[in-house]
T-cell receptor
Framework: AQSVTQLGSHVSVSEGALVLLRCNYS??????LFWYVQYPNQGLQLLLK??????LVKGINGFEAEFKKSETSFHLTKPSAHMSDAAEYFC?????????????FGAGTILRVKS | DTEVTQTPKHLVMGMTNKKSLKCEQH?????MYWYKQKAKKPPELMFV???????INESVPSRFSPECPNSSLLNLHLHALQPEDSALYLC????????????????FGPGTRLLVL
């Protein structure tokens, strides 16, 4: 079964600084990878998705992620953090084993942006 | 329109109450999902419906009873819940049926915050 590991349950950056949220995957087949964001007391919103069409994936709100097969990573970045980026971020993989469209989520990373 | 709506936004119920959560999507999606999310945790899959039929039940206790009356609507009936069932309940949908939709984006609703007293 596929899985993802998010390194760092909390990340704190200053406004204007680089955002880097780490995600490593485990998959025996080319994976479908996702980043979702969850603002306080809200549902999950898709930031971006990797489907093997391109290794650098651009998403909404200035976020992007790069798929690196050699490192089994799919880290999320944003060049300049805004206060509005403060939220919880989940990396997820589509489990292609026994199940159909089952999402397996990482534990999540809470991003704090300091003014 | 990529919107999934859920009602109510908040729900407080006693352990002897019966209540229902409602989820609706008008994107023509054929798969719909219920997730449970405890505080500071990722969502956990509960149920999946494809073409209004239950495809997956992730060993959820029978006090949770899902229902899919039509292709746009998904309900979760609650009865005799326990305080540990307090959580955010999320609904999601994706375009194709469960088995053939591997890798498809799931679109989430805003959730219902449930408190069981």
């Amino acid at each position: 079964a596929q899985s993802v590991t998010q390194l760092g349950s909390h990340v704190s950056v200053s406004e204007g600084a680089l955002v880097l949220l780490r995600c490593n995957y485990s998959s025996s087949v080319p994976p479908y990878l996702f980043w979702y964001v969850q603002y306080p007391n809200q549902g999950l919103q898709l930031l971006l998705k990797y489907t093997s069409a391109a290794t650098l994936v651009k998403g909404i709100n200035g976020f992007e992620a790069e798929f690196k097969k050699s490192e089994t990573s799919f880290h999320l970045t944003k060049p300049s953090a805004h206060m509005s980026d403060a939220a919880e971020y989940f990396c997820a993989v589509s489990d292609q084993g026994e199940y159909g469209n089952k999402l397996v989520f990482g534990a999540g990373t809470i991003l704090r942006v300091k003014s | 329109d990529t919107e999934v709506t859920q009602t109510p936004k908040h729900l407080v119920m006693g352990m002897t109450n019966k209540k229902s959560l409602k989820c609706e999507q008008h994107m023509g999606h054929r798969a719909m999902y219920w997730y449970k999310q405890k505080a500071k945790k990722p969502p956990e899959l509960m149920f999946v419906y494809s073409y209004e039929k239950l495809s997956i039940n992730e060993s959820v206790p029978s006090r949770f009873s899902p229902e899919c009356p039509n292709s746009s609507l998904l309900n979760l009936h609650l009865h005799a819940l326990q305080p540990e069932d307090s959580a955010l309940y999320l609904c999601a949908s994706s375009p194709n049926p469960w088995a053939s939709g591997v890798g498809e984006t799931q679109y989430f609703g805003p959730g219902t915050r449930l408190l069981v007293l």
